[in-house]
């Protein structure tokens, strides 16, 4: 079984699929992975799923059970073999007691919860999948989570996931100053300064900035606006929403020094371009930018990726007192709580220097003598 990209009929959107052994696709997945392109998830969402069902469906075949037949038992099985390298899951090489497991506890999560929803899609549509993966609990218990319409269903049982592994929260990582500056001064092209300037200066996710066209950058207004769009080079908007973000001024005169110095008189609607390698004027694409930060890498030391930039920017931002709604707002997110979730952290010098701002080390305003 192997996993397929496939392009969509009539349109430029990219979609994944599940190949058998006949490498012909798998129905149940194909019809699940289909509706969720339908209903415009992420393509990487897309993938991560059609990758999780795969291992599924490889477990399966392995006990020869069907699908449909799966239960609770089965499933913990599954978590067990998942935690097996890839050698030791068909039972050909031994595995010791003291070997770790091969996979972290949030890639099983992220796997049962792909998993969870397929087969709430399958219920959904009318196949009898029984209670797998549910424990089920009168609803609108005293203190408890109550469910919309919970004055209609409290009496009902509530479906649940029953199997959870727990995770060790990982705080997002960042760049220090000094690391940023080294990175951006380890560039010896305009673009790819500029390429980074904004990932720091505004949050963005790479592939907002991939798919940014001129018309997004207002330079008298000094603000950028991520557009959600097809484009031509696979760059993808995670969120839905238009938004406008401010930028330095130090980001649109690096703008125009990239324009004059390097771009020209290129015909594209594309900031970011092939400029030196074909095909010249091609919208710049994940490979491109990900061979740039394995140079930068070893000119720096800094064993960074992409996404550090807008870690780094959300965490600044929170540490110079801007207020969690207007970050939230910034990076696109959906809710104050994701902003709060991925980014109200504190470390310890983070927390020493608000309680040094507040006078809470002083000898002026202590009581208790030590």
Known sequence: MHVQRVAMPASRVESWTVLGDDDLPIGPIER?????????????????????????????AGRDLDWRKA?????????????LPPPGRDGRVAVLLSAGPHVAASTINRKLSALSAFYQHQARYGVDVGELLTTWQVGGGRGGWRPFLHHIS???????????????????????VAEAQSILDACDRLRDRFLLAVLWDAGVRIGEALGLRHEDIAAAER???????????????????????????????LYADYLHREYGDLDSDYVFVNLFAGPRGQALSYPAVYDLVRRLRKRTGVDFDPHWFRHSAATRMLR?????????????????????????????????????????????GSEVRW
């Open 223 to 253: 603000q950028i606006t991520i557009v959600p769009r097809v484009n031509d080079n696979r760059a993808r908007s995670k969120s839905r929403q238009q938004r406008t973000v401010p930028v330095s001024a130090q980001v649109i005169r």
């Open 154 to 176: 409290k009496n009902k049982p509530q479906p649940r996931r029953a199997i959870v592994l727990k995770a060790p929260g990982k705080l997002p990582r960042i760049l220090t």
């Open 32 to 60: 699940y992975l289909s509706y969720l392109t339908d209903i415009e998830r992420s393509p990487n969402t897309v993938r991560a799923y059609a990758h999780d069902l795969k291992d599924y469906w490889v477990f399966l």
């Open 71 to 83: 239960r609770l038992d089965d499933i913990g099985e599954y978590v067990a073999w998942l935690r």
């Open 320 to 364: 110079d007192g801007v207020p969690v709604e207007v970050v939230s707002k910034v990076l696109g997110h959906s809710s104050v709580t994701t902003t709060l979730s991925v980014y109200g952290h504190l470390t310890a010098e983070d927390a020493r220097r608000a309680l040094e701002a507040a006078g809470w080390f002083s000898t002026a």
